[in-house]
Nanobody, 125 residues
Framework: QVQLVESGGGLVQAGGSLRLSCAAS????????VGWFRQAPGKEREFVGG????????DYADSVKGRFTISKDNAKNTVYLQMNSLKPEDTAVYYC??????????????????WGQGTQVTVSS
């Protein structure tokens, strides 16, 4: 079993940047594929991006492609979500999720067994 803790959220102006971290404990992160999801008030949770178990494959939602980057540091047991050129519509609670049953990127939230508690990102216009 793995425990996930997100950090790095906050308030930023449109056009700014934030880097979210997802730290794992309990098991080595190198065994897990990781996804980032977000949920805005009144909306469904949506896929933001994901990274494969080995870190060599990433995939992103069209809405964040070219602005967000996911990276994985297995030595630090941490996955990062670098968010640039932030927009007010990026405002949401961001969650990381992990699973070891698959090695690639899973875009469905229902594919992930382990979840963090979420971190709030607010982008002001």
């Amino acid at each position: 079993q793995v425990q996930l803790v997100e950090s790095g959220g906050g308030l930023v102006q449109a056009g700014g940047s934030l880097r979210l971290s997802c730290a794992a404990s309990g098991r080595t992160f190198s065994s897990y594929a990781v996804g980032w999801f977000r949920q805005a008030p009144g909306k469904e949770r949506e896929f933001v991006g994901g990274i494969s178990r080995g870190g060599g494959v990433t995939d992103y939602a069209d809405s964040v492609k070219g602005r967000f980057t996911i990276s994985k540091d297995n030595a630090k047991n941490t996955v990062y979500l670098q968010m640039n050129s932030l927009k007010p519509e990026d405002t949401a609670v961001y969650y990381c999720a992990a699973d070891l049953r698959f090695g690639g990127v899973q875009t469905s939230q229902y594919g992930y067994l382990y979840w963090g508690q979420g971190t709030q990102v607010t982008v002001s216009s």
